[in-house]
């Protein structure tokens, strides 16, 4: 099977794709090695990806990423522990899925990063480069560490005014709505011992809560100054016209080529995320599938509870296996006649429907 069928055959011409890009929350490991066997020629467009972001990292004290992600992918986990790792692989398994679908014909009319997510959202429509991408993200992960650190961030089913309100019942002001991730699926952002007890009144009253597996604040008033500290690290990076639109759920609108990204990116560190409003606007864009550019699914579940009857594909779970000859699995994808892909190809678990999504 080539390459290109293993998706985009069975297509609707008038089909848009949305790529959703993922936090660093999301739940499941990156499985490229699986998606490296999709189809002969996968191989080569992964590896060229995780080369690319390889070159963007410091030399001491970061695994290989050829090693735990396409060679010894039972490594991962281990790897996984040195803070900052989960991060580049998840960044790394958002850009190989851009280019893999880019490949096979799947074109995106559109992207949506969540959190962390935005960084690759924008490399992918070209905004940046995949190695400077992968600079951000390292020292992102940095910033966030040395600034969040006695904070953290959990999950509640609950949707955004009823969690400020359990919020305000438990006396807790130091805790704050971070993210929507879903009408009904909140983020929450606090100092450690504060959100614990906001975490422990939500159970008490019925409402499932958990904490993620987040050791920092993020999407919090209190990181202010962090946000300045990482535009000046980044705000070197050239950036480069857009080629594919992206919607920020952050800013509630679309980027333009106007906007200085860098701080857009910073932003997402002490301003909240408001997913549903981005999927939405997404869908009167004219999109009619959104497709999970990273690992597990979290933001296609976002998308169908956000978007009634929206149409989902998510690459590293409807995977054939090239050896087996099996026939692709799942929604059918969309073919979106936009920009060319930019040329630099070399360039916590879950609780509920959407335990994802945080830096």
């Excluded at 692989?89 to 009319?109: C, E, M, N």
């Excluded at 950036?239 to 200085?260: E, M, N, T």
């Excluded at 597990?296 to 296996?321: D, H, I, M, S």
Aim: include cysteine.
């Amino acid at each position: 099977m080539a390459l290109a069928d293993v998706w985009s055959s069975g297509l609707e011409p008038a089909d848009v794709c949305a790529f959703l890009f993922p936090g660093t929350g999301s739940s499941g490991v990156p499985d490229l090695r699986a998606l490296a066997q999709a189809a002969p020629g996968a191989r080569q467009v992964v590896e060229d990806v995780v080369d690319a972001v390889q070159e963007g990292v410091p030399r001491a004290g970061w695994p290989s990423l050829r090693e735990i992600l396409l060679i010894d992918p039972a490594s991962y986990r281990e790897a996984a522990r040195t803070p900052g790792v989960a991060q580049l692989a998840g960044y790394t398994a958002s850009v190989a899925v851009d280019r893999v679908l880019r490949s096979a014909g799947v074109r995106p009319g559109l992207a949506v990063g969540q959190s962390f997510g935005e960084i690759a959202a924008l490399v992918c429509a070209g905004a940046f480069g995949v190695g400077d991408g992968a600079r951000m993200a390292v020292s992102l992960v940095g910033v966030l560490a040395s600034r969040g650190a006695g904070g953290g961030m959990g999950l509640l089913e609950a949707g955004e005014d009823d969690t400020a309100r359990l919020i305000e019942r438990a006396g807790e002001p130091q805790v704050v709505v971070a993210c929507l991730n879903a009408p009904q699926v909140t983020v929450v952002s606090g100092p450690d011992a504060a959100l614990d007890r906001v975490l422990a009144a939500a159970r008490e009253g019925g409402t499932r809560a958990v904490r993620l597996a987040v050791p920092y604040l993020s999407h919090h008033p209190a990181m202010a100054g962090a946000d300045d500290e990482w535009y000046k690290i980044i705000s070197g990076f050239g950036q480069r016209p857009l080629r594919v639109p992206v919607y920020s759920p952050v800013r509630g609108r679309a980027y333009g080529d106007d906007d200085d990204l860098h701080r857009a990116l910073a932003d997402c560190i002490v301003k909240p995320v408001r997913l549903p409003q981005a999927l939405v606007a997404a869908r009167e864009a004219g999109v009619t599938v959104f497709a999970e550019a990273g690992a597990g699914g979290a933001l296609t579940q976002c998308a169908r509870l956000a978007v009634p009857g929206a149409r989902t594909l998510v690459p590293l779970r409807e995977l054939p296996r090239a050896s087996s000859g099996a026939p692709p699995v799942g929604k059918s994808s969309p073919s979106v006649p936009a920009a060319d892909p930019p040329g630099e190809a070399s360039s916590s678990g879950s609780a509920g429907p959407a335990a994802e999504g945080r830096r």
